[in-house]
């Protein structure tokens, strides 16, 4: 990687980090100081905690347009303070109502597809999916921190704080937008990152991208409605003080890193991709009813971890699938409405968990969500067996048009290729290739 690159990948996963730990934090905190607020009904606490789902998913293709027509950067900078905004909002909230204003507002500033845009103009093409990997990382991180550190800043200084520092993120993020991430030498459209409209209605088409996409919506769905009431079976029912539940969440995901290690490794070495995609299924619905059922900390620690191994599991797999089924050069396209899925999955938790807390049957809350991931295990299971298939990119440049026909053609017939794309308008080539796939024969063509 060039240094521009490394300072591209390092400021890019930074600047999704500080925002997805401001988003995160409240999540296993909210429902238990949701009361402070005036007008706080059941249903109003789980759509404080999901309305940042609508307003991302909503936004964030219109952000990735407005960022090939004004500037990645400039609207970048505009989502930080749109989100610096809502979080200054629902820190000087006093209702429920403007702590849902300023949730939303912190969705609205919807960056994701920007920074991405962003990303690949700041890579090469044969660099741009370790960047991105890269960036993933970041996300599954702060996450987990944010699980972690929320309790604890909730239960020393208070919800609004959380807030705040929030805002301070945001802050950070421009700063570091503005002085640490590269000015790109040019911009484009790239069809491995963005999505295109004109694509759009072939990847609807495709029954098993559909397969993900209610994937990802059921996960988060699942996720968010889980967390408006599982702080209270802490708090309520095993009687864990506010300030202790870190000491839960803490060694929970580390446990659970652990035991999603042995499901990569028979994916990746033995092939197992369906049987491990459906064993993460599994194991988020087993959570779920073990949740609703038991009657002890003990259980309900394990029942978490299992959960987490699960979740974290399925995803990192996720994006992988969608990545290896999608056409080469409509990747952008299929993760974007991927994404948008999961949003909108995350903001149906919110509201579907404020349901289950107004019923105030924490069993009956869990065994409905168990029964959705159940109907999400039958559909997964009649997919098809997926290829385990890796995406390459590669620059044509330097070659004219015959030169390029006759890359497509020789391209093609290389042992692993299993897709070759080629658009006139940007002389880069989408591959398909298998995980073993011997690159010295493409290198070959390349350099003729």
């Not at 920074?115 to 990997?133: S, W």
């Not at 459209?189 to 963005?194: A, E």
């Not at 559909?210 to 702080?231: E, K, N, Y």
């Not at 019923?359 to 999400?376: D, E, K, R």
Request: charged share 15%; aromatic share 10%; with cysteine.
């Amino acid at each position: 990687m060039l240094i521009t690159e490394k300072r591209a990948a390092f400021s890019l996963s930074l600047v999704y980090a500080f925002r997805m730990l401001g988003l995160f934090m409240i999540l296993p905190v909210f429902s238990l100081y949701a009361d402070d607020f005036a007008g706080t009904t059941p249903l109003l606490t789980g759509l404080a905690i999901g309305i940042y789902g609508l307003t991302q998913g909503l936004f964030q293709l219109p952000f990735g347009f407005l960022s090939d027509r004004f500037g990645r950067k400039r609207v970048i900078v505009a989502g930080l303070l749109i989100f610096c905004l809502g979080s200054i909002v629902a820190a000087e909230a006093d209702s429920i109502y403007q702590v849902i204003a300023g949730r939303a507002l912190q969705g609205l500033g919807a960056i994701a597809a920007a920074l991405m845009a962003l990303a690949a103009d700041l890579t090469r093409e044969e660099i741009r999916l370790r960047v991105m990997a890269i960036i993933g990382m970041s996300i599954g991180a702060s996450f987990m921190i944010s699980m972690v550190v929320g309790p604890v800043l909730a239960a020393r200084y208070g919800l609004p704080v959380i807030f705040w520092i929030t805002a301070g993120l945001a802050l950070a993020g421009i700063a570091v937008i503005i002085f640490i991430t590269p000015q790109p030498q040019s911009q484009a459209f790239h069809r491995d990152t963005q999505l295109s409209m004109a694509d759009v209605g072939q990847i609807l088409k495709n029954i098993e991208l559909q397969r993900l996409d209610l994937g990802i919506f059921v996960l988060h769905l699942v996720l968010s409605a889980t967390f408006v009431i599982f702080p209270l079976v802490l708090r309520d029912g095993l009687l864990i003080d506010e300030a202790l539940h870190w000491k839960t969440y803490l060694p929970v995901f580390a446990l659970s890193v652990l035991g999603m290690v042995p499901l990569i490794i028979i994916t990746e070495k033995f092939r197992k991709l369906k049987s491990m995609f459906l064993l993460g299924i599994a194991m988020v619905l087993l959570a779920e009813v073990g949740l609703a059922l038991a009657t002890g900390y003990d259980t309900v620690f394990l029942m978490l971890v299992v959960f987490f191994i699960g979740f974290n599991f399925l995803e990192a797999s996720l994006p992988s699938l969608v990545a290896s089924i999608a056409p080469a050069a409509m990747k952008g396209t299929a993760m974007g409405l991927f994404s948008s899925a999961q949003f909108f999955g995350a903001f149906s938790g919110g509201v579907v968990g404020g349901v289950l807390l107004a019923s105030q049957n924490y069993t009956n809350g869990f065994l409905i969500l168990a029964g959705l991931v159940l109907v999400w295990l039958l559909i997964a299971a009649a997919m098809k067996q997926p290829k385990l298939l890796e995406s390459k990119i590669v620059s044509l440049k330097n070659m004219g048009e015959e030169s390029v026909k006759l890359f497509v053609k020789q391209a093609s017939l290389i042992k692993g290729v299993h897709e070759v794309s080629v658009y006139p308008d940007d002389r880069v080539a989408y591959l398909k290739v298998e995980k073993a796939f011997d690159e010295q024969p493409l290198n070959a063509l390349l350099v003729k």
